[in-house]
Each structure stands twice: as C-alpha cells, then as structure tokens.
C-alpha cells in the first residue's frame, strides 16, 4: 500500500491571452488569472489512482498562498488524505532549485511516504528540473516523463515512461520521485478526474495547514538563488497576409508556391 506525496502548484493562465501582457518588462498580473498547473492534475490523478488500485494514502503539498485558485483545496475536492501548504515571505520569488529546496524540506517533515509525484513543467522558469532537485536533495531516484504505471508492489513499481517513438518499461524500488506529463486525450489514464460534489460540501471551510521558513528549520536560502528573472520581453506579434488565388488559374497557384517555398528557404 503505497503512501504518495504530490508536489501541486497555481500558475498563470496564459491561454487565449489577448493584448501583451508585458509592461516595462514586468507581467502586468491583473491581466492574468491563474489555474491549477495541469500536469500536477495529472500527476494528482496517477496518485489517486495508485490508492483506487493498491490502497495507501495521497497526500499534497504546495509552496505559496493562494493567488485566485486555492489548488490544495482541489486537492481535497478530489479524494486526497491531507494537505499541507509551505509559506513564507523568505520563500517569494524562488528559482527552481531554492523551491525544491524548501519542497523537499517540507516533504522530509511529512514523512511516511513511498512516492513522490511531480508535473514535468515548471511555467514560472520554463524548465522541468523540479522533480529531479527535489530527488537530488532527498537523495531518491527518478523516473521522467510517466505516462502510467503497470504494476505496483510492496518495493516498487514499474513505469511505463514515454521516450522518442516509443516507451519503456522502468521498475524503480520505492521511495522514488515521479515526474508525469501533460495528458492530452480525454480517456488518457492521467486525464485529470472531477471534483466531488460531496467532498466540495465537506471541505469547503477545512483549514489547511501551513508551515513557515521557521517550522522548516530554514534560516537563508541566499546560497540556493542561483538564477533570478531580471525581466520580460514579448515576442512580437506576427502579421500574417492573406492572398486570394483563382484555384483554376495555374500560373497563379505556381507563382503563390513559389513565394511560399523562397520563404521557407529564405
């Protein structure tokens, strides 16, 4: 009976943005809303599957107050054991290893757990080291890229991880750290189940806990600052021209191909 861990995480929703949302090289934050990180869903939903399955516990924790999306409240809407939220002004504006850092020093105060379970992007950096720094500082072995698992037993459990033009079968002794990827099909066994009505009614006013730098027992994270975001630039936006083409004329269609592939070659 496997106990698991997820790491879950609010992040800026930056589909169908319209406009730029870059002012002075700053994001201009009441522009945007947030969401619930959606490959942490999927890594959520792969923890609570392993417990339908196999039993065990789920349990989350998250870095930061709550912005517009409490996610660790989802989290309870949707059949996890426990939450536990890590906050603290010392913990603003973290790159992504001082974040894993301050993670997995939460998540050794936790304890009693075989699987950690991680989302393989991180949007704030654009980067997917998030998992492998916390396994790094816990000193535990890592599994990318999980699109299921296959099998679970009282020592381990064997992946099914993706890789280029394929998959590959990885066992992987417990405790062990996972990081899952996005789910992009509907009947995808990470895609992401529903929140509970039930549990919406029980959970609506539970208090979540919180620990600070102080209950964590850390006094500096300066040394774990290793990269810091200096500012913003858009890309600019792309104009695209629209031509009309007799689709009888041929020379027309030639000369509309040929403009098209100088461009590509150009």
Known sequence: MPNSIVVVREVWDTRDLVGSVVDGGRIKESMLTTRFEPEDLNALEMALRIKDKHGG???????????????????????????????????EGLDTMAT??????AIRRMGDFDLILCGVDVVEGENSMLAGHIAGFLR????TYVDDFESVSGEGIVCKRAVEMGYEY??????????????????DPRAPRSARAALKLKHKR????????????????????????????????????????????????????????SGIKG
Not at 100 to 105: F, Q, T
Not at 140 to 143: A, I, K, S
Not at 170 to 187: C, H, I, M, Q, T
Not at 214 to 230: F, M, V
């Open 100 to 105: 894993a850092y301050v993670l997995s020093e």
């Open 206 to 261: 539970t208090p979540i806990p919180t620990w600070s730098a102080s209950d964590l027992g850390i006094g500096s994270l300066e040394e774990l600052r290793t990269a810091s975001i200096e500012g913003y630039e858009p890309v600019p936006e792309r104009v695209i021209e629209t031509k009309e083409v007799d689709p009888e004329d041929e020379s027309a269609l030639k000369a509309m191909l040929d403009e098209i592939l």
């Open 140 to 143: 535990l072995p890592l599994v």
């Open 57 to 91: 516990t789920v349990r989350a924790v998250s870095l930061g107050e709550p912005r517009q999306v409490d996610v660790l409240r989802e989290c309870l809407y949707r059949g996890v054991d426990g939450v536990m939220r890590v906050a603290d002004p010392l913990f």
């Open 170 to 187: 990885v066992e992987v002794k417990f405790p062990a750290v996972l990081s899952v990827g996005v789910a992009l099909l509907k009947d």
